[in-house]
């Protein structure tokens, strides 16, 4: 009996040998806890170089979505006969009408040759801003009262040439307008112009009516609208035309296009010979009898 319980008691102490022997190699095998990661020291250097740096989240900005981006419009072309409207505006409507061969080919002729001898054309001085040039084209005036534009004035001219006062007639029973007034222009070539403007002066009236007769050289009209006050004086993005006037063509004006649209003759690029254009209008005295 004694030599069983020793051997059982041999037994019990290896086992508990044994026992403390798994459980040091299960505490020296088992991984290490994770160690929460401190905030990084200032001047510690980028996060992606720290072996403990942390995923931030990323914060939502409201962005503001930016404009459109305006684009200039192309300017339109108007080249064929008819009755154009512009533009309806609480100033009225603008409207135009071209009616190419109002004189015919061989009549456009000679009758530029005509008026091209036989008119006094001259070339004043223009001024703008205080400074003094020569305007890029000849002028001669007609009519029984002066005119004045860009502080010009052209003198009284009762003396219409015969051809003119047919040229008028003629005008007046196609259009059903009357007019007293003309302003005769000539393109000498193609460095000859006429900036932007509009016929607005305070004799003319409002809303008056011109009546432009184009003889020679084909040169374009070009016309803009004015700009919406919103746009302070910007012209960029307002609509524009290109209306070419061929030799014999009649381009009549009406409504609210002076008050709304301006016109000018560009100059051009490549060679262009003479052009003659005459305007017929109405003029009013000034109420005061000064001409400004």
């Known amino acids: 009996m004694d030599s069983n319980f020793s051997f ?13 022997v798994l459980l040091f190699f299960l505490f020296a095998l088992a991984p290490e806890a994770p160690v929460a990661s401190s905030p990084a020291p ?32 192309e300017a339109g072309v108007i080249d064929k006969p008819g009755v154009y409207e512009l533009s309806k505006e609480p100033s009225g409507i603008s409207r135009i009408h071209l009616i190419p061969g109002f004189i015919d080919s061989e009549q456009a002729d000679w009758m530029f040759q005509q008026l091209l001898q036989d008119i006094p054309w001259g070339q004043r001085t223009h001024i703008r801003q205080e400074v003094s040039f020569e305007e890029p084209r000849l002028t001669s005036w007609y009519g029984e009262l002066p005119y004045t534009y860009s502080r010009i004035t052209m ?43 509009s016929d607005d002066e305070p004799s003319l009236g409002k809303n008056p009516v011109i009546a432009s007769l184009s003889f020679g050289a084909t040169r374009t009209f070009e016309m803009r609208k004015k700009p919406s006050p919103e746009e302070n004086g910007d012209y960029t993005y307002v609509e524009r035309l290109k209306i070419p006037l061929d ?16 016109h000018r003759v560009p100059k051009e690029y490549h060679s262009r010979d003479a052009r003659i254009n005459l305007t017929f209008r109405i003029i009013y005295p000034e109420p005061d009898g000064v001409w400004k």
């Open 155 to 197: 003198q009284p001219n009762p003396n219409w040439h015969p051809l003119l006062t047919m040229l008028k007639q003629r005008i007046e029973e196609f259009t059903g307008h009357t007019f007293n007034s003309l302003l005769c222009n000539l393109y000498r070539n193609e460095k000859d112009s006429v900036d932007w403007h």
């Open 8 to 20: 059982f008691q041999t037994l019990l102490f290896n086992g508990e040998i044994l026992f403390h």
């Open 247 to 262: 030799h014999g063509t009649l381009l009549m004006m009406e409504g609210a296009t002076q008050e709304d649209w301006q």
């Open 42 to 73: 200032a001047g510690a250097g980028p996060a992606w170089r720290r072996k403990d740096h942390s995923h931030t989240q990323k914060q939502f900005v409201f962005e503001k979505p930016s404009e459109l981006e305006r684009k200039v419009p």
